[in-house]
């Protein structure tokens, strides 16, 4: 869709008043190949960009505009950009609940402008819109605004907010399970931790996430969908390898990782291909993985188990719910499903499918396990036991989760309230 004349004007007399501009880089960007495009956009007119979960490796990671992730499940450089930024250029995003905090991530005065294909998404948020491709609209907004001379008035903000994100990826990527644990999640059961370390293993989620990245393949693809890892991967991950992070978070369909990964392999047959899924997810859907052995088509699924539904625990629990069948454990003496932890060999089940399998307990194992995958011609799977409660926390964004409006549990009334005040200062379309 080529743009049209008079809409470049509207959204460029916008830009050229903007001091602290901030372009979100959406699917759109990826489907249209405007990377190279916005990147150089950005660069020229020194504005700063942030990822969604289907923009990621649309651009480099590495680019020194790139805020990488944006929103609920984004990072803190990102966010801290986006509620001071006057201007926000969507690109081929969609603007999700995820995208926006739920529409109370920026500034209310900040006036949203678009690119994208369908009319009904660039209308959203009362933008002013370009329907258009994102290629041919971002090169037609480059133009007018080099006629202008138009920059920004950034100085050392967009670098700050990156060092200061990378000084956290460090620390996620150094947290270690020791006598002083704190898990980045507080609430929580107090009695999975102590068990989960006795039982099963020691590794947190960051650090495994973080160890991934080190070790696999620079092209190495990598696919996911659900649980609590979408928010990891989104602010963890990186890559200067273009659409190599495939992330199904319209719908996060659990399982779909396992067949994403897949069908990722049969397109890209030369390239390590790894489904990111946590325990819920397989157990819900992991038969491509029998299919994998079958085509003799190698993917390497990277399990992360801790023992439930990890996300929807934090969810639940933070909004007054309290430990409510997430977690996989046996029935009490009081029929309640309160009592020990369930084992579950996931990597005795999988080799019976003649998957190559690891269990990895500590980092060192998980260290060995990740080169040595790499070895094998065949599919292979780790079950990764990673301790409850360390995946990620937010970094600044609100999302607009469903409580009930009454209730005789106060924490469900304070969680309430607490949505209702959040609710208040969220734009209202």
């Known amino acids: 869709t080529a743009p049209s004349e008079e809409e470049v004007d509207d959204i460029v007399k916008i830009l050229l008043t903007a001091k602290n501009p901030l372009v979100i880089c959406g699917g759109g960007v990826r489907y249209s190949e405007a990377g190279e495009e916005l990147e150089r956009f950005c660069k020229e007119f020194n504005i700063p960009f942030a990822e969604t979960q289907a923009g990621k490796t649309a651009c480099h990671s590495s680019n020194e505009y790139n805020l990488g992730g944006l929103g609920v499940t984004g990072n803190s450089a990102g966010n801290v950009i986006a509620k001071e930024a006057d201007v926000i250029l969507g690109g081929g995003t969609r603007f999700s609940d995820f995208t926006t905090g739920s529409k109370s991530l920026f500034r209310s005065d900040a006036k949203v402008l678009t690119i994208n294909t369908s009319r009904f998404d660039a209308y959203k948020l009362g933008a002013v ?218 990597a005795k089940s999988a080799s019976g499918y003649g998957v190559k399998t690891y269990t990895a307990r500590t980092p060192e194992e998980l260290r060995f396990a990740l080169e040595d995958s790499k070895k094998q011609t065949v599919s292979t799977l780790i079950d990764i036991k990673v301790l409850p409660k360390s995946m990620t926390d937010g970094y600044g964004a609100w999302w607009n989760v469903g409580v009930a409006s009454t209730s005789q549990n106060e924490a469900v009334k304070k969680a309430y309230l607490n949505k209702k005040e959040n609710q208040e200062k969220a734009r209202k379309y």
């Open 129 to 346: 819109k370009l329907v258009s491709d994102a290629k041919l609209g971002l090169m037609a907004l480059a133009d007018k605004l080099r006629e202008n001379g138009y920059k920004s008035a950034y100085t050392t903000e967009i670098a700050q907010a990156r060092k200061d994100w990378a000084d956290e990826m460090q620390r996620l990527a150094e947290y270690r399970f020791d006598e002083n644990f704190e898990p980045l999640i507080k609430a929580r059961d107090e009695r999975t931790i102590p068990e989960f370390a006795e039982k099963f293993g020691t590794i947190t989620q960051t650090a495994a996430v973080s160890m991934v990245r080190e070790i696999i393949d620079d092209d190495a693809i990598c696919v996911g969908a659900a649980g609590s890892l979408p928010g990891d991967l989104q602010r963890m991950w990186t890559s200067d390898s273009l659409y190599s992070y495939n992330m199904e978070y319209g719908y996060s369909c659990m399982g779909y990782e396992i067949a994403g990964a897949f069908g990722s392999k049969l397109a890209c047959p030369d390239k390590e291909v790894y489904a990111m899924c946590g325990d819920g997810s397989y157990l819900m859907l992991h038969s491509e993985l029998i299919t994998s052995i079958q085509e003799k088509k190698k993917i390497n699924v990277l399990l992360f188990d801790n023992s439930g539904f990890g996300c929807i625990n934090n969810l639940e629990m933070s909004n007054g719910i309290g430990n409510l069948a997430t977690e996989f454990r046996f029935r009490d003496d009081n029929n309640n499903l309160l009592g020990d932890l369930v084992p579950i060999d996931f």
